[in-house]
């Protein structure tokens, strides 16, 4: 688990602003940090070392000379393409995961890229052609973001290496702020920046002399096609056990974020099951707020398999003193509340660890979502009122007169633009699919890569651990989405199948409660005192004036001193001037401190 940066130049040495940027990214490598430089291309890496501690450091070289790398994840399949390599003549210099995709290019070209299984962004440099490609994992697990500009394209883990790498920062994309207020994080290719892209999951970028010739998706969820099991209990046991076997493989202890939810439970039993013994396992939760938690189920999860079990249970002072770092950590605009506590967890686990598991995936993969089972007419309904995605994420958070009254006139003229990725996306799904597999789909395209797995990763790295996640696994997304609706999901239960196959050696009970989600108590603490401090950082506030209509968030705090009910949007509108005061007004290279939010944008 690491962080890379990059710049292909279109003529001569590029600039020496590679060390610069791999200073924005030494919370994602705390272990070391290594350059590469030959003719128009520079290299950069830290390193979190989890696989060959002492041998593993990066950039990678071939023996030849001729290719180089950097990458930032896991190969989780890396010692059956090592045996297969070596087979076939290898030689490595190394016991580095990251080294089977470097000698895989080699033997195979484009064709490693089949056979990789991990979570994983990576740049190759191919000296004799002259060549970089760029390449990020099926799901989207690990992030990878470009610009192409009049010197040649810049490449980098998080945006704000990126901006350390360019010469003047972009303007801001009205389009993907509109999305970050209607969907919690920009879709598809957008950023909060001009010309900065995402690199999509599944996708491979291939420059040459400084200039992107070629881009193409190497996975996409729409070549799925469907399945069917004569066994489907034990076709899943024989998956998983493939696919846990090979997570669990490091030179270091990992933990678990344990929830009190199926998805984490299950992965508790896997490691009980498969022999992994002084678990760790970590929980968080809220007592006494309004939202309440599962830790009475974590902890009896706990006793029950016997783990050493860390309870935070944190104030409300406490969460927010971690929101710039939440803000700053999330890099690109995303203001999923449970950054907080995901934050939290991580800094509780790194004390011990370097790897955890999470439970990530589980709902889109074998649809346990209650939206998944939203009723035939309500669906078409929103499909009528809000066509285009079948009446499955219709509409955003902007609901009733509230739009009109907050945006400013930029963010209105880009108002109608922010869905157009969902449609599309949904558009591409084959006929032949369910509404629920297409249900699925676009979250696995959307939701899960642009919020969840960025809450993930970037939560984890800002304190050092890595998350593996087996539910994101590309095996386990492909076989639960081919699978017959029915064996998935009816209108009162979701994992329908997870949870009968899993009932094979866990205890039933486990899976007795009913999903409540994971949710921070965001109202509970905008009231009083400090909700009036909060209207008046946002009344002065100059990227809120920019953007954001005055008359809108006097209503805002209206609704919330009359009715709790506005949170949410407050809180987004402050994680935006948060963010803006850290990548727009300033340069920040290292983790803020951990400080009062709304102090530190009265300064």
């Not at 997304?477 to 979701?494: A, H, I, M, N, T």
Request: with cysteine.
């Amino acid at each position: 688990m690491c962080g890379l940066v990059g710049f292909a130049a279109i003529t001569g040495r590029p600039a020496d602003r590679v060390d610069i940027a791999l200073a924005a990214l030494g919370h994602r490598g705390p272990d070391g940090q290594g350059t590469y430089h030959q003719n128009g291309v520079a290299l950069g890496h830290t390193r979190l070392s989890i696989i060959d501690l002492e041998g593993g450091a990066q950039p990678l070289r071939s023996s030849c000379g001729r290719f180089a790398l950097v990458a930032n994840g896991e190969i989780y399949n890396h010692v059956e393409l090592r045996d297969e390599l070596v087979a076939q003549g290898a030689r490595f210099a190394t016991q580095s995961d990251s080294e089977v995709i470097l000698q895989g290019y080699a033997a195979w070209g484009r064709d490693v890229l089949t056979r990789l299984e991990g979570m994983y962004a990576f740049a190759l440099h191919d000296a004799e052609q002259d060549e970089v490609l760029l390449v990020r994992d099926p799901l989207g697990m690990k992030p990878l973001y470009c610009h192409e500009g009049s010197a040649g394209v810049r490449f980098a883990s998080e945006i704000k290496a990126l901006l350390a790498l360019m010469p003047q920062q972009p303007d801001l994309n009205p389009t993907a702020l509109m999305q970050y207020l209607e969907t919690q994080h920009p879709l598809a290719r957008n950023t909060p920046f001009f010309g900065v892209e995402r690199i999509l999951p599944g996708e491979a970028v291939l420059i040459r002399a400084g200039h992107r010739v070629e881009q193409w998706r190497h996975w996409s969820v729409t070549d799925i096609a469907p399945a069917s099991h004569a066994d489907p209990i034990a076709s899943l046991d024989a998956l998983m056990e493939t696919v846990f076997t090979q997570h669990q493989r490091a030179d270091v202890p990992i933990g678990l974020f344990l929830s009190g939810g199926v998805d984490s439970t299950i992965l508790l039993g896997l490691m009980r099951r498969y022999g992994m013994e002084d678990i760790y396992t970590f929980s968080i939760g809220f007592p006494g707020s309004s939202v309440g938690d599962e830790l009475d189920v974590a902890t009896r999860l706990a006793t029950h398999f016997n783990t050493q079990h860390r309870v935070i249970t944190p104030t409300p002072d406490a969460l927010l003193s971690r929101l710039l770092q939440t803000v700053w950590a999330a890099d690109d605009l995303m203001r999923d509340p449970a950054n907080l506590p995901t934050l939290l967890l991580a800094e509780e686990a790194s004390k011990t660890m370097k790897v955890v598991f999470s439970g990530e995936g589980g709902d889109e993969s074998f649809a346990g979502y209650g939206r998944y089972r939203t009723g035939f007419a309500e669906r078409f309904i929103k499909r009528c009122l809000f066509p285009g995605t079948g009446g499955f994420r219709a509409r955003g958070d902007l609901r009733g007169s509230i739009a009109n009254e907050l945006l400013g006139p930029e963010l209105q003229a880009a108002r109608s633009q922010w869905r157009i990725p969902l449609i599309e996306s949904w558009g591409s799904y084959p006929s032949r699919w369910s509404a629920l597999q297409k249900m699925q789909a676009l979250d696995l395209e959307h939701a899960l890569p642009n919020n969840l797995l960025v809450k993930a990763d970037r939560m984890l790295m800002a304190r050092g651990v890595e998350g593996r996640m087996p539910f994101v696994d590309r095996r386990i997304v492909e076989w639960g989405l081919k699978l017959p609706d029915g064996l998935k999901s009816d209108r009162q239960e979701g994992k329908k199948i997870l949870k009968q196959w899993a009932a094979g050696f866990m205890p039933t009970e486990h899976f007795a409660a009913k999903k409540r989600g994971f949710y921070v108590p965001v109202n509970d603490w905008w009231q009083g005192d400090r909700l009036a401090s909060l209207g008046h950082i946002l009344l002065t506030n100059e990227s809120i004036q920019r953007w954001f209509n005055p008359k809108g968030v006097k209503l805002l705090l209206a609704t919330q001193r009359r009715s709790g009910g506005a949170g949410r949007l407050l809180m987004s509108l402050l994680q935006f001037a948060l963010w803006h005061r850290l990548f727009v007004e300033s340069t920040v290279g290292e983790l803020p401190a951990k400080m009062d939010p709304l102090l530190y944008l009265s300064d």
